[in-house]
């Protein structure tokens, strides 16, 4: 039989909770969808211009794995600003020093974390709730991720993580601003746990794929360089801190271009070197004219959508957290919230209460080991999550 084929790997892995909400909302006729993990806001013109220019100019060949020069120059250019690190291109960097790629999306920079570094029976740090491709990673190395309760305010503390590490760690995943919470890890809770984490000898790996995507409580911190930006705290904003830090950040939610695939990492020249090797084996490298188009993004403002998620994460919390407990998000374009205990309902339950009113959420349970909560999206227009909203509120248990 054909099935007996099948590597143990991929049967250990379960479809994601998410697809099946994403095959559900393709048999509603006009859902309000607030499942959606990607921004309503179309990829700004001078990026677009360069993607369709680079196609035009025959950019369609392969680009060094590393990436276009003029993009991770760019990068390059952007971590100095930005934390203060002195990287190299990936295998050209001085011992000791950090070296930087672009990676094929977030998740590509994330597989090749996991391959490098995870042997078969490894443990690796992640925090619960999770993004929901990071127990999955693990499984696919035959390592195993081993959850960090974060439950209520959604912190991965220091103090939480520290009683997980034992001698399997190899490294600890914090996900700032997360999906599914939004919450951000204030700077000096990054510091706790890059501390922590240099102490114990595993390494900190920093997903920080909603960076740009902070609200004004939460830009608790400033670049490194001259501009005094107000950013997202990251516990690589630190003296030393890319000889210690493996950061991956992407392009996709940024600039509204997910589907271009492209986003990078930066750390540890030791890390990052034999992840580019791997790189070149199975992604060999990032979608060559998309590159040439995100060249621009660094000249790209998105305040405004910020701004404009910020108001709409106001809309949420003001009128759910009269009837559940929502931790504020600080970022990203996500919240968690929890189903009350009074409606002796799981997240799933409540979800599918959801449904039969065409509203699309996704339960807990798909990004945790509980199911007591769902995620809902408010990247979708102000009109649908309004409407949205009303639903939640009388599903609650008030029509506030
Ligand atoms: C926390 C987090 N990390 C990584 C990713 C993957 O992003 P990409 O589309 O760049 O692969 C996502 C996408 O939803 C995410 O939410």
């Given at each position: 039989m054909i099935e007996q084929l099948i590597a143990d790997r991929a049967g250990a892995i379960d479809a994601s909770g998410i697809r099946r909400i994403f095959n559900l909302a393709a048999t509603l006729k006009d859902p309000i969808n607030l499942?959606?993990?990607?921004?309503d806001f179309v990829v700004p013109e001078p990026i677009r211009n360069a993607a369709v220019q680079a196609i035009q100019d025959h950019k369609n060949g392969y680009t060094l794995t590393q990436g276009d020069p003029a993009l991770l120059g760019k990068v390059i250019d952007w971590l100095k600003v930005d934390l203060g690190w002195d990287c190299a291109v990936t295998g050209q960097g001085e011992p000791g020093q950090p070296t930087a790629f672009v990676t094929s999306g977030t998740s590509g920079a994330l597989f090749l974390a996991f391959l490098a570094l995870l042997n078969p029976g490894d443990e690796c740090i992640i925090p619960d709730?999770?993004?929901?491709?990071y127990p999955h990673l693990a499984t696919m190395c035959g390592a195993k991720a081993i959850p960090c309760?974060?439950?209520?305010?959604?912190q991965m503390t220091a103090e939480r993580v520290e009683p997980l590490i034992?001698?399997?760690?190899?490294f600890v995943l914090l996900n700032?601003?997360?999906?599914?919470?939004g919450v951000v890890l204030g700077k000096e809770e990054c510091a706790k746990l890059r501390a922590l984490c240099k102490a114990r000898g595993v390494l900190l790996i920093t997903d920080?794929?909603?960076?740009?995507?902070?609200?004004s409580e939460s830009l608790g911190d400033v670049a490194?360089?001259?501009?005094?930006l107000g950013r997202c705290p990251s516990p690589?904003?630190?003296?030393?801190a890319g000889e210690d830090t493996l950061l991956i950040r992407g392009f996709g939610k940024t600039y509204g271009?997910?589907?271009?695939?492209l986003g990078y990492v930066a750390g540890p020249g030791v890390i990052v070197d034999q992840m580019a090797k791997l790189q070149q084996y199975?992604?060999?490298?990032?979608p060559s004219p998309l590159q040439a188009g995100v060249v621009e993004s660094f000249e790209t403002d998105m305040g405004e959508h910020v701004a404009e998620y910020e108001s709409r994460r106001d809309m949420v919390i003001e009128r759910l957290s009269k009837l559940t407990n929502v931790a504020v998000?600080?970022?990203?374009?996500y919240a968690f919230i929890e189903v009350p205990?009074?409606?002796?309902?799981s997240g799933t339950q409540f979800t599918e209460k959801c449904i039969e009113r065409a509203l699309l959420v996704i339960p807990g349970g798909a990004f945790s080991g509980r199911d007591t909560h769902f995620r809902i999206s408010f990247a979708t227009d102000r009109e649908k999550l309004s409407q949205g909203l009303d639903i939640l509120c009388d599903l609650l248990g008030s029509s506030v």
């Open positions: 499942s959606i993990g990607q921004p709730p999770y993004f929901v491709c309760d974060t439950y209520p305010d959604f034992t001698e399997k760690t190899k700032t601003p997360s999906n599914p919470s920080e794929i909603y960076d740009e995507f902070v609200f490194a360089g001259d501009g005094g690589g904003r630190a003296d030393g271009c997910t589907g271009w695939r199975t992604f060999v490298c990032a998000p600080g970022g990203a374009f205990a009074s409606l002796g309902l």
